[in-house]
């Protein structure tokens, strides 16, 4: 498939972007807001971001349409920069680098650009010029240009901390370096000061070293480039205030030809390819039923296949109401089990008995909750409980996107004493890490999440309420961050907040 290429840069009316099929750029261009070349990056979905900064040393993020119109801008906050940020899609999160007024360099990462805040710094400070950020399948990558002059690159495996190391280069570097990758590759580009170019490419930046590669000097600043499988396309300034453009194998020289369509720049392009290799499968918890049978159950009593079947149904509802909710996603199911319990009912009754079923059940799938990646959703079958040791609660693991959710096989057949349905959506939404309404200041009997007491969301065996209970937005955001049960869903703050209120922090209940 041929690249899909993106670049911006800036002329004498401001800043302007442009896309290219197969490296054949069009003269038709958009104009965006800036005086200088915003930076940009494709998501997995195929749309542009684009990061910039103000004269106040502000960082803005935004959403390109395909005309290159520009969104709703939002303040990333945290740090004040004097250059340009670098911005790219890393892990279906947003990835923001800046160096602040000190040299330090600051990350902001997440999947609400409304949320991003620049946490840091990153580094002491060390660098002179602005970033460039790449990510390949398992790290982030940033280079920079330090104060010796050296060109260093760094790495980070949580989008947090970073450490970096200087990279060979024969000569001192005169303006910062750019980075791009592809898969588990990265490239590097650097210029000395007589407007050579070089660069340099590896798997995950091992053992990285620029080698020049251009030919005559014919640009003061570091070429932008985009790394698409081994082809690496690049983009520069002219010293003739021209753009030029190149395109080769990784490895070989890089002969560059200019681009008349989009007459003379004003300032050094960014440039940016959208990604079509095939996206790293993410991993994915399973919601996986499980009856519990106490050692000293009359099993003769015991209907465990209209229990199972029951239960499934239950699961299946559950799920396609999850659906609903999100729209994007729902969890995924496994095969229900059946579990003989190793004590009798007693054991599993008083403090601790939440954990002994749940560990039970675990230990006898050959999982724990430090690892597992699955969400149990155990039925426990020992008669009528009493009220005061009724289970039905959940919590997550200690596993990331996993959990376990215990409920009364009673309450399965006779909705009492709670309703199944309803407590089943409810428990879920716990052991998918979410808290009651009340820790966003809602009344858990009238607010009209799942997450609530409501008694008008309450469920009648497989029949639901009219109208069905909903999510709150703040709800919609920390399911997009379980990034393992829910994988796929992406909070969209137009569509999950369409009023635009300010998003509640939870509180500690």
């Not at 990265?186 to 000395?192: G, K, R, S, T």
């Not at 590669?213 to 520069?236: C, F, N, Q, V």
Request: aromatic residues 6%; negative net charge.
């Amino acid at each position: 498939m041929p690249p899909m290429l993106s670049m911006s840069w800036g002329d004498e009316g401001g800043a302007r972007t442009a896309v290219a099929l197969r490296d054949e750029w069009a003269a038709s261009s958009a104009r965006i807001e800036g005086d200088r070349a915003p930076a940009i990056c494709f998501d997995r979905s195929g749309r542009r971001w684009c990061a910039t900064a103000d004269e106040q040393g502000r960082v803005w993020l935004c959403a390109l349409d395909r005309a290159g119109v520009m969104g709703e801008r939002s303040l990333v906050a945290g740090a004040l920069t004097d250059h340009a940020p670098s911005v790219v899609c890393w892990r279906d999160k947003l990835c923001v680098a800046i160096v602040d007024r000190d040299g330090a360099l600051f990350l902001a990462t997440g999947q609400d650009p409304t949320r991003l805040r620049f946490r840091g710094p990153a580094s002491i400070a060390v660098a002179s010029g602005p970033p460039s950020i790449a990510a390949t399948c398992a790290r982030l990558h940033i280079a920079f240009l330090g104060t010796d002059r050296r060109v260093y690159v760094g790495s980070s495996d949580d989008g947090r901390s970073i450490g970096y190391r200087a990279v060979s280069m024969p000569r001192r570097a005169a303006s910062s370096p750019t980075l791009s990758a592809w898969g588990e590759n990265i490239a590097l580009c650097a210029i000395d000061d007589n407007g050579h170019v070089y660069t340099a490419s590896s798997h995950e930046g091992v053992e990285l070293a620029l080698v020049r590669r251009g030919g005559a000097a014919i640009t003061r600043s570091t070429p932008a480039i985009a790394l698409h499988e081994r082809t690496l396309h690049a983009m520069l300034l002219g010293t003739d205030r021209r753009l030029y453009r190149a395109c080769a194998s990784v490895g070989h020289p890089l002969d560059f030809s200019a681009l008349p369509a989009f007459g003379e720049a004003e300032s050094a392009p960014r440039l940016c390819c959208a990604r079509d290799d095939e996206p790293v499968e993410p991993r994915r918890s399973r919601v996986v039923g499980a009856l519990f049978v106490a050692r000293d159950v009359d099993r003769t009593a015991l209907r465990v296949g209209a229990a199972i079947a029951l239960l499934d149904r239950h699961l299946q509802l559950a799920r396609e109401r999850y659906r609903r909710w999100l729209e994007d996603d729902t969890f995924a199911l496994g095969d229900t089990v059946v579990v003989e319990a190793e004590r009798s009912i007693d054991h599993y009754a008083g403090d601790g008995a939440w954990e002994r079923v749940r560990d039970e059940v675990l230990a006898s799938q050959a999982d724990n909750a430090d690892t597992s990646l699955c969400t149990y959703v155990i039925l426990f079958a020992r008669g009528k409980p009493t009220p005061e040791d009724c289970f039905g609660s959940a919590g997550p693991n200690h596993a990331e996107g996993s959990g376990a959710v215990i409920v009364e096989l009673s309450s399965l057949f006779a909705d009492a004493p709670y309703p199944f349905q309803s407590t089943l959506v409810h428990e879920l939404g716990h052991a998918f890490g979410l808290p009651h309404v009340s820790a966003y200041g809602e009344s858990m009997e009238q607010c009209e999440s799942i997450m609530s007491y409501n008694p008008r969301h309450w469920t009648r065996g497989l029949s639901l309420p009219e109208p069905d209970a909903t999510l709150l937005p703040e709800e919609l955001l920390a399911l997009g961050q379980n990034e393992v049960a829910l994988p796929d869903f992406r909070f969209d703050p137009a569509k999950h907040n369409p009023s635009r209120r300010p998003l509640r922090t939870p509180r500690d209940e």
